[in-house]
């Protein structure tokens, strides 16, 4: 494993807690040797993250789509700033530069970005680890609604126990690194 994606909201939150997590993962990624992938942002745990891994040492590649960085919303002391045309590319870009994903807490687009590589995973588009730093039990709620899908039929059980859950970075990542795939729901073309 060379890169874990770590998403994360463009707001701070309300909880001391999460800032403290997103610093945490910034400069655990850096001092394990492991580049952090993520959305480009300056701004709300985004920027706590790479500011923490910049300042370890840590290599960051952010990708953002061009609407974003003239918005001024891009980090412009990262290792790398990718800047694409669409949303749609820039997920696509991320998840081909990383071997992991990480979700720290934050809103709607976190959910959607991990979610979408959580279907990938369990479609066999590709076989990496995602899951979530549950930090002050943030994903709580969205553990009891995956583990729901499959209580009422409409996933396997062993797509849901894919989802690694972990109360530090440290301890996700090195769940990752034990991390067998199930087989794939569907044979599907690899993105």
Request: charged content about 15%; aromatic content about 10%; proline content about 5%.
């Amino acid at each position: 494993m060379k890169s874990i994606c770590v998403y994360c909201g463009s707001a701070a939150g309300t909880e001391p807690a999460y800032l403290e997590a997103a610093i945490r993962c910034g400069t655990y990624l850096a001092q394990a040797g492991l580049t952090l992938v993520y959305g480009g942002g300056k701004v709300g745990l985004m920027g706590a993250v790479a500011d923490a891994a910049l300042a370890a040492g840590g290599r960051v590649v952010g990708v953002m789509p061009q609407d974003l960085v003239d918005q001024e919303i891009a980090h412009r002391g990262l290792t790398e700033l990718r800047v694409v045309t669409s949303m749609h590319e820039r997920k696509l870009a991320m998840a081909e530069l990383s071997d992991a994903f990480l979700c720290l807490p934050g809103g709607p687009g976190t959910f959607e970005e991990i979610f979408e590589q959580w279907t990938w995973a369990l479609l066999g588009i590709h076989a990496k680890p995602c899951g979530f730093v549950n930090v002050g039990g943030y994903y709580d709620l969205m553990r009891a609604v995956t583990q729901q899908m499959a209580d009422k039929g409409f996933l396997a059980q062993t797509y849901v126990d894919m989802l690694v859950y972990a109360d530090t970075p440290e301890a996700a990542v090195a769940q990752f690194r034990d991390y067998q795939p199930p087989p794939p729901k569907w044979s599907v073309a690899k993105v």
